[in-house]
Structures are given as C-alpha cells and as structure tokens.
C-alpha cells in the first residue's frame, strides 16, 4: 500500500491517512502538553504523510517516519508556548522545563524504535502501539507465536535499555 501510495494512488494515500490517524493520535496524546496540541500534531503528522508520501526511502520505515514527525511537532508546539511565556513574562504554573522534560521521554521512545531492526520494530509497532493481539502480529507477518513473541521481547529490552540508561 505504501508503494502504490508513493506512485500517486488517491486511493492508498486515503487508505494510509484513515489507517495511520487513530495511532498518530494516540502518540500525540502522549506526548504533547495539551489535547489540542496533541490533535493539531497528529493532524499536522497526516498533512505531511500526504504530501510528502513519495519522500519516504524505505516503505516499512512508515512508522518511525509518522512518530518523528509528530514528536518534532509536540517539541516546536512546547518551544511556542516557552517563548509565549517568556515574552508575556509569565511565571509557568509548572516549570516549561518540566514540562517539555516529561514529553521528551516519549521522543525518546521513539527514537529508540526507530533504532530497532526492522523486524523488531515491527512486532513492537503493531503488538504496543497499535495494539493488535499476539496473534494477529504473528499472522500478519507470517510468523509462528514463539518467534513474535521472542522479537517482541527483545524490542522491549532494546527500548528499555536506551530510555533507561540516561543516554541518547
């Protein structure tokens, strides 16, 4: 889909925006400060994606490319709202600083998926952030259950090992 999609079909491009949008969604709530911000990010995510589809070099990085994409919103939104503050001479309710540490975390995240191999990258996207079954990953990508879930588990320790170790 994604190549048919790169090739100008209206029809696929459609297909990804509708079938990206709820996950795109629920990456943005979780990561910008308000659920404004969050739906103006993931909104501005599927404008890109629509017109930037041909762009993209390899057509199983759709993911990480849509998680970057609304992590740098999230972050130029959070950097708005600063200077906002700063200008106005506002005293923050809570620190800015705190305030974009927190979501920062979640950009973290990403970028650790988007450092995974590709299979594992694929099970943790479809098992964690879509949230198919076990099952369902398993058959989609033409594995036995014990391989999904030996992929699924060193994702998890490969994302859990750079978020926890305080390094980029």
Not at 50 to 55: A, L
Not at 82 to 107: F, N, Q, W
Not at 117 to 128: K, S, T
């Amino acid at each position: 889909m994604v190549a048919a999609a790169q090739d100008g079909d209206v029809e696929a491009i459609a297909a990804l925006v509708s079938g990206a949008h709820p996950h795109v969604q629920r990456f943005a709530r979780s990561l910008c400060a308000t659920p404004e911000d969050a739906e103006d990010a993931a909104q501005e995510a599927l404008i890109i994606l629509y017109r930037k589809i041909g762009m993209l070099r390899a057509t199983g990085a759709l993911g990480s490319w849509m998680f970057r994409i609304v992590r740098n919103e999230c972050l130029r939104r959070a950097r708005l709202v600063l200077r906002e503050r700063s200008v106005a001479g506002e005293a923050p309710y809570r620190s800015a600083e705190e305030e974009v540490l927190g979501r920062l975390e979640a950009g973290r995240v990403a970028e650790a998926i988007a450092a995974l191999p590709a299979d594992q990258r694929r099970v943790l996207i479809m098992r964690d952030v879509q949230g198919f079954s076990g099952r369902m990953v398993a058959d989609r990508l033409g594995l036995s259950t014990a391989a999904m879930k030996s992929r699924l588990h060193r994702a998890r320790a490969a994302v859990r090992a750079v978020t926890t170790a305080g390094e980029w």
